[in-house]
């Protein structure tokens, strides 16, 4: 995905924090707090039975303070998993990202206005943009993923989303 595509798209829906993390990341002085490094999900759902059950998990690889750290968690799919893994890092070094809060999530095909004439680019193998709402409780803000890949965009929303309240730290 090109990165004005991304940009534009940084504007859209209120997700303004990544908009203005994109820019503050240009920076020269800016100090990134944490970076993903890799992550892997593991999602198996089980229609066999009476109920449908579904059995997430999800590992992350962190730098920190110049150090990786790399942990997994499960959780209720594969976002939540992921979250839960980040977390499990993060929290540790920055105790306020525990008041952090995703209250809404929207993905959402892109075609950019455009027809689209190849099957593959009109559903599942077009690009997404997913949209988080966060809180902490007192301030509310919107981030933005935008990649050819649901996960990929995912966590690109959550990164911002908890980078977006570590905005001014300066821990490393």
């Not at 988080?132 to 933005?144: L, P, Q």
């Amino acid at each position: 995905m090109s990165k004005e595509l991304k940009e534009e798209f940084f504007r859209l829906d209120g997700a303004w924090a990544s908009f203005e993390l994109a820019s503050t990341r240009r920076r020269e002085d800016y100090l990134k707090p944490f970076r993903v490094l890799k992550c892997r999900i593991d999602d198996q759902v089980d229609f066999q039975g009476t109920e449908v059950t579904n059995t997430t998990e999800a590992s992350v690889l962190i730098e920190i303070f110049g150090e990786e750290e790399l942990v997994a968690a499960s959780g209720r799919g594969p976002v939540h998993a992921l979250d839960n893994a980040m977390r499990k890092v993060l929290e540790k070094h920055y105790p306020q990202l525990s008041e952090v809060r995703l209250e809404e999530f929207d993905v959402r095909l892109l075609h950019h206005g455009e027809t689209v004439e190849d099957d593959e680019e009109k559903g599942l193998g077009g690009p997404v943009r997913v949209l988080g709402i966060f809180s902490d409780g007192r301030e509310r803000w919107g981030t933005v993923g935008v990649a050819e890949d649901i996960l990929q965009a995912s966590v690109e929303c959550i990164i911002d989303g908890l980078e977006w309240k570590l905005r001014g730290e300066h821990k490393h």
